[in-house]
């Protein structure tokens, strides 16, 4: 076990095959097994990304997210495509999230009186 330690995956080339993403899958039941800190998942050399692979990335992140996870989970997007294969399999990078709740339309509490509006 890698105490409060991190563990990095590389990917490069494509996620698309099957066995690429059981391979992938592989490395990340050993990663999340050994380590206790920070598993991160560097996409940046990526260079296409399938859906049973975001599939993949998606149930780790919701694992690492459980009240009894040792682990944390990260995932480092680079190429735009992969940023949107993410996506739409429902994982937004923390800029993208950002961008998406700036977007967002302010709900104004009208029984607050800070925003109420006065002529």
Not at 11 to 37: K, Q
Not at 62 to 76: K, P, V
Request: proline letters at 2%; charged letters at 25%.
């Amino acid at each position: 076990m890698v105490a409060d330690g991190s563990i990095t995956l590389f990917v490069t080339g494509g996620l698309i095959e099957r066995s690429a993403v059981e391979e992938l899958g592989a490395e990340l039941d050993v990663a999340t097994a050994l380590c206790s800190g920070t598993v991160t998942v560097d996409l940046t050399g990526c260079t296409g990304l399938g859906t049973a692979a975001t599939q993949l990335l998606r149930g780790k992140l919701d694992t690492a997210r459980t009240a009894g996870s040792r682990y944390r989970l990260r995932l480092n997007a680079g190429r735009s495509s992969v940023v949107r294969a993410l996506a739409a399999g429902g994982i937004l990078t923390k800029r993208e999230a950002r961008r998406r709740a700036r977007d967002v339309p302010h709900r104004w509490d009208t029984d607050s009186p800070s925003s109420l509006r006065t002529a």
